[in-house]
T-cell receptor, first 117, second 110 residues
Framework: GAVVSQHPSRVICKSGTSVKIECRSL??????MFWYRQFPKQSLMLMAT?????????EQGVEKDKFLINHASLTLSTLTVTSAHPEDSSFYIC?????????????FGSGTRLTVV | SQKIEQNSEALNIQEGKTATLTCNYT??????LQWYRQDPGRGPVFLLL?????KEKRKERLKVTFDTTLKQSLFHITASQPADSATYLC?????????FGAGTRLTVKP
């Protein structure tokens, strides 16, 4: 079945540094990838939608210069949290849609727990 | 603004009973609606998808209904088991857009 690999699963970084999170579709081509963040006991909040080869579309209130998204190929999207601060600590999850199976739901990565100290 | 509401934050039921979760939405015309299961510290796992022109979908012990007039979806788990305990999320999609409800945390007690 469709598998999305997300790395790293956990990362601790110092305030002011940047962190890159990778999201790969392993056995299908992902036309679109979504990036979410989730706070404890809350639902997933969509941050941005990225289409292969084009600029990401950010949700209102999400700083595009802080959360850099690159979707360079049909199997890889990256989210870089730049100049991270403690308030950026959260659970980040990516998902991908399979262009060959558009009505079979989206596949999610296992998430990245980011802690900024 | 668009709003997706899941009926309760938490639902506790006895093993063997049917769990019914509700998802209501406003200011949205989804092409399809999805249900996901999420365990703590993990990404959501897709369960079922139902299109706007479908009334009901089944998969093993799961059943989903979709009423676009009421703007509501019901998600049923029959013969529930403790292993069904998790948070269940409904998600509304319109082609290149997908948004989630806050989720209902289901606990099935033996």
């Amino acid at each position: 079945g469709a598998v999305v690999s997300q790395h790293p699963s956990r990362v601790i970084c110092k305030s002011g540094t940047s962190v890159k999170i990778e999201c790969r579709s392993l056995d299908f081509q992902a036309t679109t990838m979504f990036w979410y963040r989730q706070f404890p006991k809350q639902s997933l909040m969509l941050m941005a939608t990225s289409n292969e080869g084009s600029k990401a579309t950010y949700e209102q209130g999400v700083e595009k210069d802080k959360f850099l998204i690159n979707h360079a190929s049909l199997t890889l999207s990256t989210l870089t949290v730049t100049s991270a601060h403690p308030e950026d600590s959260s659970f980040y999850i990516c998902s991908a849609s399979n262009r060959d199976r558009p009505f079979r739901g989206y596949t999610f990565g296992s998430g990245t727990r980011l802690t900024v100290v | 603004s668009q709003k997706i509401e899941q009926n309760s934050e938490a639902l506790n039921i006895q093993e063997g009973k049917t769990a019914t979760l509700t998802c209501n939405y406003t200011n949205y015309s989804p092409a399809y609606l999805q249900w996901y299961r999420q365990d703590p510290g993990r990404g959501p796992v897709f369960l079922l998808l139902i299109r706007e022109n479908e009334k009901e979908k089944r998969k093993e012990r799961l059943k989903v209904t979709f009423d676009t007039t009421l703007k509501q979806s019901l998600f049923h788990i029959t013969a529930s088991q403790p292993a069904d305990s998790a948070t269940y999320l409904c998600a509304l999609s319109s082609y290149n857009d997908m948004r989630f409800g806050a989720g209902t945390r289901l606990t099935v007690k033996p």
